[in-house]
């Protein structure tokens, strides 16, 4: 046996704990993003963006040694269709109270469509997201508000940003208009 066989063995097995580290990649596409305000809301909002994120793990590396001979084989371990991508709609708008009183908290809901205004289902929730924000916003100010919303598919075209609540200091509550939200956009 050679006096350098254990090193060699050593670094086969370095090799193969950094060939395993694998690496996470995203690419991104922006969305169409359309708002709509309610007559009279105490919630101004503007300047509504949203993008697709898929993210996805690069292919893993695996070396599998070979006692037999002095080469060894290279398995990828996420070959297509065993390493899913994921699919995640984040976007952003700028809220604006434009009431004569405080605000302590309100809602948006987000609505996430396909090319043929079908909404695109969540992931476990029903066709939209409710952002619920509870910070104080005084009269006259503006908030950016974030979102992220994981989706099933790339299927993705639009996404639609409406104030449906909103709850001032006084502890009044302020409720959007009954109407099915699908039907506004």
Known sequence: MS??????RL???GAC????????????????SKIHN????????????AALVETYTAPTQVMVGDSKARTSRVRYANRAG???????????????????????AFSLAIVVFD????????GGQGPFLVQQVVERLPRGASKRVTWEQPV?????????????????EDGTIWTAPNEELLDIF
């Open 82 to 104: 065993l390493a899913p991508s994921v699919f995640v709609v984040s976007g952003e708008a700028l809220c604006t109270n434009v009431s004569p009183h405080h605000i302590e």
């Open 115 to 122: 090319a043929f205004h079908q909404p695109v289902q969540g």
């Open 152 to 168: 099933g598919s790339a299927d993705v075209y639009e996404v639609a940003v409406i104030v449906t609540r909103v709850r001032f």
């Open 38 to 49: 309610y007559k009279n809301a105490p919630i101004d909002t503007k300047r509504s963006q």
């Open 11 to 13: 670094a086969m097995v």
């Open 3 to 8: 006096p350098h066989r254990p090193l060699v």
């Open 17 to 32: 704990c950094v060939l395993a580290a694998g690496a996470v990649s995203a690419m991104q596409r922006t969305l169409k």
